[in-house]
DNA sequence: TTGTAGGCGTTATCAG
DNA sequence: CTGATAACGCCTACAA
């Protein structure tokens, strides 16, 4: 690390004539009342059409912004968001900020993003934190340690809204990726392809949508006549080595399976490395799923046949259902549909 | 897009006895005045060991935690910093927030998040909301559609300090990645492998690190007796097709280069992809590399030799500077190493 | 050692 | 139509 001087910067803070202005300010300027200048400036209907034309007038000239700390405290509202989420730096996740960022914009608010890391400690931190802050309600994707909901309880308790996406934990308002739906048509698409064995490296049972995945794998199994083998259903807590060692257990099945569901496309693409080293050739000796369209699915060799989510629009249902619950409205949880992404592991036509 | 009738939410509204208690509630149960609370609440030193001890004891009771709305409309100071990035889903800006997270967190600062989007309107509006929410500094990287730096110039007669990291402007405090070093090491890299006429796919001028890279291109080549040659040097805006047009460009060329230096991992994806196309063997027929060490890079085939960042460093030092602005220190820029890192792309040994 | 009063910037209520 | 006044929750000079 390489260090650079550089110039002060203290001539920076040189005041000008009119910063920060405030609604006393320009009250005394046009020799009128605070009152007067609040309302006219949110065209309150009766003030007088010339005293608000002037007020708007010099406000903007000052270039006037109202403190929202002052009105925050006033309204008791932020209009400012709270996010948990485990980790930015999955592809999904940051798409599905995308779409909350947006929609909370366009809503008129703002937010507080903070991430779990995968860490319960951090994960109730990251509650205090916000509370501190004063948001309006909570949009949450619970870490994979999380197995209680205590303290989101609490939050609720405490009077917060709370919606749930991805993640999700029972009785919360939640938005969700239709997870079932989509691993019950990657395995309809390996059975079609004319897999007899298809075996699932489930994540972590306290998951939600992992439950989900896994239920989806086995609906579709049963409802293609062909048996649940729980030989075929192994787990993987999402680690590196744990993935590979999921898919070491399947590999030392008597009789190997003829393609694998894994849990997300990070847990395919470890897999992909570990059979791949084994001599396998994926897409033909075995196809290989997985969920979520990561960036990685398409750039590893071969490309991953996966199950895309709607993140944008997941991201966008959650801020409505949070500002509805905001505004004292009753809410009902939504699923969004996957499609299914159909690419070289698993097979050629 | 299917939805599940969900359970009304307003039963979760109930107040507790004590909820969010004030310094007045505080003052009134234990019949002090509120500004005794205040004191004792801080430690005060000429504050009554015993009141001082009840004032704490309750208050850890009744859970009180202090109104930062009015604190901060008190202090003029938010203890919030406002960064705007052009990106969430690159993953090199996740990694340098997590950092500034991290830092931010442990200096007692929240931080508000903003996207530009790599698009210069939505980063002046950004500028705006950050400036309403009463942050206390910003940290920045701009959009690659910047090209002008009077909004920032706004922001620091307003009196806001401001720290860029990654794409700097000139005369603002920054923390960057030593790129022109580590496009010579990569440079230098293909040199040692005996390549003689080495590309390079350069960004937008307009963007700093882009102007570095080229910068150490070019140092690597005269420090080789190898002269530059413009017609190896072509532009892309980094869109999909302006990186593939930018290849082309190369590739039809009477003489071929021999390597091709691009200006980040994901133009360099697009160009393997090109070149794959064309038939030529990456790291046989050409050799390959990039910037920054996005995952693609990685997951890629051949994986791609490309010069890692040390982002969460980058990001810790980006707050370290800001707070010191905001304490009104002076500050010296920093540069943060960069290391090579050599895999397939670049030809096995 | 503690209390009182005023203010941070805005809004809401109540008068006029 | 407009103006006082009080209040949101906290802090701090000044007083006692």
Redesign the interface.
């Known amino acids: 690390?390489?260090?650079?001087?550089?110039?002060?910067?203290?001539y920076?803070?040189?005041?000008?004539p009119h910063?920060?202005p405030t609604i006393k300010d320009i009250a005394r300027e046009l020799k009128i009342s605070p009152s007067t200048v609040s309302r006219a400036l949110k065209d309150h209907p009766r003030i007088g059409l010339r005293t608000r034309e002037k007020v708007k007038e010099l406000a903007l000239e000052w270039n006037y912004?109202?403190?929202?700390?002052?009105v925050?405290?006033q309204n008791k509202r932020?209009n400012t968001i709270g996010i948990i989420l485990p980790e930015?730096?999955f592809?999904f996740f940051?798409?599905i900020?995308?779409g909350i960022?947006q929609k909370a914009?366009k809503e008129g608010y703002?937010?507080?993003?903070?991430?779990s890391?995968e860490n319960f400690e951090r994960e109730m931190?990251a509650i205090g934190?916000l509370?501190?802050?004063?948001v309006d309600g909570f949009i949450v994707s619970s870490s994979k340690e999380t197995k209680s909901f205590a303290h989101f309880n609490n939050l609720?308790?405490?009077?917060f809204?709370v919606v749930f996406f991805d993640r999700v934990a029972e009785?919360f308002?939640f938005v969700v990726s239709?997870d079932e739906k989509g691993a019950e048509m990657l395995v309809n698409h390996f059975i079609k392809r004319g897999c007899k064995r298809i075996a699932h490296i489930a994540g972590p049972k306290n998951i939600s949508n992992a439950r989900e995945r896994l239920f989806g794998y086995a609906e579709a199994l049963r409802n293609n006549q062909l048996k649940v083998d729980q030989n075929l259903i192994v787990y993987t807590n999402l680690d590196k080595e744990s993935n590979i060692e999921a898919t070491a257990t399947l590999l030392n099945l008597p009789q190997l399976p003829d393609a694998i569901f894994c849990y997300n496309d990070y847990v395919a693409?470890d897999a992909a490395t570990y059979l791949q080293r084994k001599g396998l050739k994926i897409g033909v000796d075995i196809l290989l799923g997985g969920f979520a369209n990561e960036?990685?699915s398409g750039?590893?060799?071969p490309s991953l046949t996966t199950v895309e989510q709607n993140a944008l629009?997941i991201g966008e249902k959650t801020v409505e259902l949070l500002i509805k619950?905001i505004n004292?409205e009753?809410?009902?949880?939504?699923?969004?549909?996957t499609q299914i992404l159909v690419r070289e592991s698993s097979g050629t036509l």
Chains 1, 2 share one sequence.
């Open positions: 690390m390489t260090f650079q001087t550089f110039a002060h910067f203290s920076f803070y040189q005041k000008m910063s920060n912004e109202p403190n929202q700390l002052a925050s405290l932020t930015l730096a592809h940051s798409k900020l995308s960022e914009l703002n937010i507080l993003i903070t991430q890391g931190e934190i509370t501190r802050a004063k609720i308790k405490k009077g809204p009785k308002p239709n693409y960036p990685v750039y590893m060799s629009i619950m004292g009753s809410v009902v949880g939504v699923t969004v549909d």
